[in-house]
């Protein structure tokens, strides 16, 4: 059971570099989403997705593009670094007819912007 | 502006007593709020759920309370063990959001002592 995955799991950038943390899941899942990790800030919503096609923001989406041309993934695009983007980004995943709304994430990939 | 809150960054507690965390939130109707288990170095794990009209839930040796008119949550652990050291994260959704626009408080971390 794959679950969500995530790849790569660590990556350092230079400041004004490009790079697409990409996110897969195998449960059919039609919501999927990309939340960031702070110290002390706890996970803020980056963009999320309910299908194929549609896309929206979150809490916190500027610097950060996403598109989701099938089920299974969602990549989160960094078109110029910074060294602000230097977090732990987690996708994650759920059924949208679910009850229980319940996230599956994956293992997260740790981003440095030097 | 809404706002969660979770009571302390950090808990520690001895082996055999039970644990307990707070989650406080202002500003919300949420819809239903969720409990979440992170390791470190791991993506959150969905732990329980409980709904705006539901006043406690219980899966093992897990206990969680939802309080809309003081507008918190209790997540209690009992007999707790070393194995239950972990940062436990709240989060909300809100009633008329977006689907599955859960929003995380900061977490705490219980640390239980054998």
């Known amino acids: 059971n794959a679950g969500v995955t995530q790849t790569p799991k660590f990556q350092v950038l230079k400041t004004g570099q490009s790079m697409t943390l990409q996110c897969a899941q195998d449960m059919n899942h039609e919501y999927m989403s990309w939340y960031r990790q702070d110290p002390g800030m706890g996970l803020r919503l980056i963009h999320y997705s309910v299908g194929a096609g549609i896309t929206d923001q979150g809490e916190v989406p500027n610097g950060y593009n996403v598109s989701r041309s099938t089920t299974e993934d969602f990549p989160l695009r960094l078109l110029s670094a910074a060294p602000s983007q230097t977090s732990v980004y987690f996708c994650?995943?759920?059924?949208?007819?679910?009850?229980?709304?319940?996230?599956?994430f994956g293992e997260g990939s740790r981003l440095t912007v030097l | 502006s809404q706002k969660i809150e979770q009571n302390s960054e950090a808990l520690n507690i001895q082996e055999g007593k039970t644990a307990t965390l707070t989650c406080n939130y202002t500003n919300y109707s949420p819809a239903y709020l969720q409990w979440y288990r992170q390791d470190p170095g791991r993506g959150p794990v969905f732990l329980l759920l409980?709904?705006?009209?539901?006043k406690e839930k219980r899966k093992e040796r897990l206990k969680v309370t939802f309080d809309t008119t003081l507008k918190q949550s209790l997540f209690h652990i009992t007999a707790s063990q070393p194995a239950d050291s972990a940062t436990y994260l709240c989060?909300?959704?809100?009633?008329?959001?977006?689907?599955?626009?859960?929003?995380f408080g900061k977490g705490t971390k219980l640390s239980v002592i054998p």
């Open positions: 409980i709904r705006e009209n539901e």
């Open positions: 989060a909300l959704a809100a009633s008329g959001a977006g689907s599955y626009q859960l929003t």
């Open positions: 994650a995943s759920s059924r949208t007819d679910a009850n229980t709304g319940e996230l599956f």
